[in-house]
T-cell receptor
Framework: DVKVTQSSRYLVKRTGEKVFLECVQDMDHENMFWYRQDPGLGLRLIYFSYDVKMKEKGDIPEGYSVSREKKERFSLILESASTNQTSMYLC????????????FGAGTRLSVL | GQQLNQSPQSMFIQEGEDVSMNCTSSSIFNTWLWYKQDPGEGPVLLIALYKAGELTSNGRLTAQFGITRKDSFLNISASIPSDVGIYFCAGRRGGSEKLVFGKGTKLTVNP
């Protein structure tokens, strides 16, 4: 079974803090994704990585950066957290090409106070 | 970014009833996926559709890939309380690794 693990289920941070959300997958997938989920807005793509050190902006990259130094790990960074970044963050991974689908982690619920 | 038009937004049904939800798009997709998200968890894939007209079942769930490649529907028969959750459709274009998601259908099942 594919496993996508997000390091924290719940996080509480203060405005202005630098926040790291970590995601690890164990299936040697090339692609990894970070989404943000808000009520009534569905899943919105923040960043996408298709290989180590490679990244592509999604629909809402402002206020976020990412890091992919190893194939299995994809980090989402909030350089200076703000209250409007309070949300559920979901990580996903997939294999390149063919019929492969995205597998999701359990999510990190981040509250910025 | 583009999102799929998913309806209805929410449904309140009695246990045992059948449920139908759908997704439409103004553009063509090569793959349609249906995910379910339980409260407090990440989405889990229910059904994947790869060919226009394809009809696929997974237990009490049935999904179809529309002939025009611009829509898909999901049916749940004889609903049970554990069907509660948010159902998302997602589409994938040829040559892209990214998915486009609907906003979700929140299902509540009353025992």
């Amino acid at each position: 079974d594919v496993k996508v693990t997000q390091s924290s289920r719940y996080l509480v941070k203060r405005t202005g803090e630098k926040v790291f959300l970590e995601c690890v997958q164990d299936m040697d997938h090339e692609n990894m994704f970070w989404y943000r989920q808000d009520p009534g807005l569905g899943l919105r793509l923040i960043y996408f990585s298709y290989d180590v050190k490679m990244k592509e902006k999604g629909d809402i990259p402002e206020g976020y950066s990412v890091s992919r130094e190893k194939k299995e790990r994809f980090s989402l960074i909030l350089e200076s957290a703000s209250t409007n970044q309070t949300s559920m963050y979901l990580c996903a991974s997939s294999r390149t090409g063919g019929r492969d689908i995205q597998y999701f982690g359990a999510g990190t619920r981040l509250s910025v106070l | 970014g583009q999102q799929l038009n998913q309806s209805p937004q929410s449904m309140f049904i009695q246990e045992g009833e059948d449920v139908s939800m759908n997704c439409t798009s103004s553009s063509i997709f090569n793959t349609w996926l249906w995910y379910k998200q339980d409260p407090g968890e990440g989405p889990v894939l229910l059904i994947a559709l790869y060919k226009a007209g394809e009809l696929t079942s997974n237990g009490r769930l049935t999904a179809q890939f529309g002939i025009t490649r611009k829509d898909s529907f999901l049916n749940i028969s004889a609903s049970i309380p554990s069907d509660v959750g948010i159902y998302f459709c997602a589409g994938r274009r040829g040559g892209s690794e990214k998915l486009v998601f609907g906003k979700g259908t929140k299902l509540t099942v009353n025992p």
